[in-house]
């Protein structure tokens, strides 16, 4: 009865509160291991201090600031734009093509900062007046952004698949490497809608200009050094060169040379990001601190092997569980925020996966897509709230019709990794 109302307890903190989700993990922690443990309160505070000095001291976290301070060097430079602009000359002639370079722009731009709300917003600014410029239907040009922006949960280096591998005691690099193929069709996916859409439906997504190969060189000519370093920090990967700590280094490292070649590297703008690094990583570390010790508290109540004892009573098939375990991430991606997701159900989620064969690295993937997902569901779709916040005269429930199409993409994607979990295996077992 007390796990039930420690559980319950934290779903009524985070979701009526405006706690922050890692001091309600904590707090609900030490409560119920507290409540459990024959030493009470002092044992409850130790094994929290362990957990809060085991994690600072993990080798695998450290990745997580390494690319995070290259993600803040990369908007230093301003590289959202040129991206954006590279991809418009290439493709911008083709029906739909300002989308597709939206599209193409938001999964670069993604991948190098390793956050949606922040590929959201910056792409936003940039594309929204280029796209009602040219014709594009606002709540489209919108919902193509929204979810353009979730590439950045999943596409290499990953804060999320950072996390469930601290939670699960999975290698980061193999999660990196993993989820290299499912972000790229992610990509494919998503400008396959764009022209289907173009040529269903011409006046939501029309043919934007064609550009001389000249002006699409010279604009490419721009990015390449940073592209350079996004395709040798995923080949280092998968040729096993570099961990994905040394690859976060790397990382770092490269965005700040790109950022003071490129003369944009003063005083003020290094102490900013260095800030900014800081200020997003202690929250990070604080949630990911709150979500250890509740872990703590969860294996100490026996959860994990009492619901897999559940479900084995139930004589369910494993693919049967594993669709009743989608249903669920998804009903609950529309009423929570998708890390609160992640550090909730995933030490419960993975012994169940495990228990029933299945291979953990795979699991993660799959449980990014699905965040990826609640990230434009309704009615708590963290992008789509980006997006009206920033287009307030736009009706949301147009936004929410545009993303209609790439939530279908979004699904099918997820039933083909879950029918072919070779599609996300392959690398890292070739690398193995």
Avoid at 125 to 152: H, L, W
Wanted: include cysteine.
């Amino acid at each position: 009865m007390l796990e039930i109302l420690t559980l319950g307890s934290v779903v009524g903190l985070i979701a009526f509160t405006r706690l922050p989700l890692g001091f309600v993990m904590m707090f609900c922690g030490v409560a119920g291991i507290t409540g459990l443990h024959p030493r009470g309160l002092s044992a409850a505070l130790a094994i929290s201090e362990q957990q809060i000095m085991d994690l600072a001291t993990n080798y695998q976290f450290s990745v997580l600031p390494l690319f995070i301070l290259m993600g803040v060097f990369v908007v230093k430079a301003g590289l959202a734009n040129e991206l954006f602009d590279a991809a418009r000359r290439w493709v911008g002639q083709f029906p739909g093509g300002l989308g597709m370079a939206t599209i193409m722009a938001c999964g670069g731009f993604s991948a190098m900062s390793a956050s949606s709300s922040a590929a959201s917003a910056t792409m936003a600014q940039i594309a929204i007046p280029e796209m009602k410029k040219a014709g594009y239907d606002d709540g489209f040009a919108a919902g193509s952004i929204a979810a353009g922006g979730t590439m950045g949960i999943l596409i290499p280096p990953s804060s999320a698949l950072i996390i469930y591998g601290l939670l699960t005691q999975e290698s980061v690099s193999e999660l990196f490497v993993a989820g290299i193929v499912p972000g790229l069709l992610q990509v494919l996916f998503y400008v396959i809608v764009m022209a289907i859409v173009a040529r269903l439906v011409p006046h939501w997504a029309p043919r934007g200009e064609r550009s001389g190969l000249g002006e699409s060189l010279s604009a490419l000519s721009k990015v390449w050094g940073v592209l350079f370093l996004f395709g040798l920090i995923m080949v280092g990967l998968v040729q096993g060169w570099f961990t994905a700590t040394e690859a976060g280094g790397i990382g770092a490292g490269g965005a700040f040379l790109f950022v003071l070649l490129r003369g944009k590297l003063t005083l003020s703008v290094l102490i900013k990001s260095l800030l900014d690094t800081a200020r997003i990583s202690t929250m990070i570390f604080i949630v990911a601190a709150g979500a250890m010790v509740l872990n703590q508290f969860i294996n100490l109540s026996g959860i994990p092997g009492d619901t897999v004892r559940f479900i084995d009573s139930l004589n369910l098939s494993p693919p049967l569980v594993i669709a009743c375990l989608i249903v669920f991430y998804a009903l609950l991606g529309c009423l929570m925020d998708g890390y609160a997701m992640i550090f909730l159900t995933v030490p419960v989620v993975a012994p169940i996966v495990s228990g029933l064969g299945y291979d953990l690295v795979w699991w993660g993937i799959v449980t990014v897509l699905v965040v990826e997902i609640s990230l434009i569901t309704p009615p708590v779709g963290l992008n789509v709230f980006i997006l009206k916040a920033l287009l307030p005269e736009l009706p949301i429930t147009r936004i929410f019709r545009g993303i209609m199409p790439y939530l279908i993409s979004d699904f099918l994607r997820l039933l083909l990794i879950l029918l072919v979990p070779s599609v996300a295996l392959f690398l890292p077992r070739l690398i193995n």
